[in-house]
């Protein structure tokens, strides 16, 4: 399956901008889909997943009730709707995919075999 990751662009604090993680060639309902972020000089971090059956979502907590990662099976596409944005949230956000995802591993870059170019988020204050 290949990625792609849009959406991005420039925010002022409190704003929103929803990212989208489209697919192709493959069905993107039948992987476990990842967003992850790396700010300059940071570690790359888990943001949020969706596993590719029941839809079962989960979120760092960092981003809990302010980020929603959901999927349109119509567009073969996964989501990522950020709301309440901070500027600690500017990072490149990159989506990522995997078909063979327990639980645990979700969180896990390394799990992960299939990714997506970022897109970049600046949120300014």
């Known amino acids: 399956v290949q990625l792609q990751a849009s959406g991005g662009g420039s925010v002022q604090t409190g704003g929103s901008v929803r990212l989208s993680c489209a697919a192709s060639g493959r069905t993107i309902s039948r992987y476990t889909v990842g967003w992850f972020r790396q700010a300059p000089g940071k570690e790359r971090e888990f943001v949020a997943g969706?596993?590719?059956?029941?839809?079962?979502?989960y979120y760092a907590d960092s981003v809990k009730g302010r980020f929603t990662i959901s999927r349109d099976n119509a567009e073969n596409t996964v989501h990522l709707q950020m709301n309440s944005l901070k500027p600690e949230d500017t990072a490149v956000y990159l989506c990522?995919?995997?078909?063979?995802?327990?639980?645990?591993?979700?969180?896990?870059?390394?799990?992960?075999?299939?990714w997506g170019r970022g897109t970049l988020v600046t949120v300014s204050s």
């Open positions: 969706i596993k590719r059956s029941g839809d079962s979502t």
């Open positions: 990522a995919a995997d078909r063979d995802l327990i639980t645990s591993s979700i969180p896990l870059s390394q799990e992960y075999d299939y």
